[in-house]
């Protein structure tokens, strides 16, 4: 590999499964399904994909990935496509699960991702990532992805991927996940305003609306409208539900949860 390949795929946190059971195991979750790939890669699991989805869409941004992968893999029920993920536009996006062995620095995107497609997902991640996905309020790990993830997410830890099981080898484990949407969704602002608000999270809630007012486009004066029970709280110490709440009074339109 060229030495600029490998510092960009080395900046981006990609590294590749090398372990075939892993994959196995991941792709069995979507079984006779239309699947959805981000990141083929060295096309490991997008091999074991097309063994038994119904469909894969398989998305590779990297050129010389997306050259060798269409070399290698030659599945009738296989859609690879070299593009950027996360671009707009792109019909092949529409499936029934997104199962992905994601580059690290892509988690929080993906997620987002999520947020507004709102589809099951497997997805392989650092093992700290996913620890902030299922953290408690008022602990270390407790993020704006740890709120979005549970709103919108029943999250279950399939299995651990010792870092061995990559190369280049990371400093870290990795963690699959599978994210079963619950039945409500969150318009893009709310989403939008619980990041902001998880940016100040160890200040008390009124504090730190005022700090995010700017990124929200809402006057000061608006944080008045908060709940007297929450304002006085700090923002880590709030659950997800609470900090919705929070949300949603702030902007004052109650129409922004779907």
């Not at 029920?77 to 062995?101: Q, V």
């Not at 997902?121 to 700290?128: F, H, M, S, Y």
């Not at 880590?236 to 129409?255: F, G, H, Q």
Request: hydrophobic letters at 40%; one cysteine or more.
């Amino acid at each position: 590999m060229r030495v600029g390949l490998r510092r960009k795929r080395a900046k981006f946190g990609q590294v590749f499964l090398t372990d075939q059971n892993v994959a196995r195991k991941e792709a069995s979750f979507g079984k006779h399904m239309n699947v959805l790939e981000f990141g083929t890669g060295g096309g490991i699991l997008t091999r074991e994909l097309c063994k038994v989805a119904e469909h894969v869409t398989s998305i590779e941004l990297d050129k010389d990935l997306f050259m060798k992968a269409s070399s290698r893999l030659d599945f009738q029920n296989l859609n690879l496509i070299n593009a950027d993920f996360f671009s707009p536009g792109h019909e092949e996006y529409k499936a029934e699960m997104l199962i992905s062995n994601i580059p690290y620095c892509f988690s929080r995107e993906t997620v987002l991702w999520l947020s507004e497609h709102r589809i099951p997902a497997v997805l392989c991640v650092q093992e700290e990532f996913a620890q902030k996905m299922v953290a408690n309020p008022a602990t270390r790990d407790y993020t704006h992805i740890s709120v979005i993830s549970q709103l919108l997410f029943k999250i279950k830890f399939v299995m651990r991927v010792p870092k061995n099981r990559f190369r280049p080898t990371p400093k870290v484990d990795s963690v699959v996940v599978y994210m079963e949407p619950k039945g409500n969704g969150l318009d893009k602002s709310v989403v939008r305003a619980i990041s902001a608000i998880m940016e100040h999270k160890k200040n008390k809630l009124k504090k730190a609306v005022v700090y995010a007012a700017k990124e929200l486009r809402i006057p000061k004066e608006d944080v008045g409208r908060l709940d007297v029970r929450l304002a006085d709280r700090r923002v880590s110490e709030l659950k997800p539900e609470e900090i919705l709440c929070a949300v949603i009074e702030v902007l004052n339109n109650p129409n922004k949860i779907q």
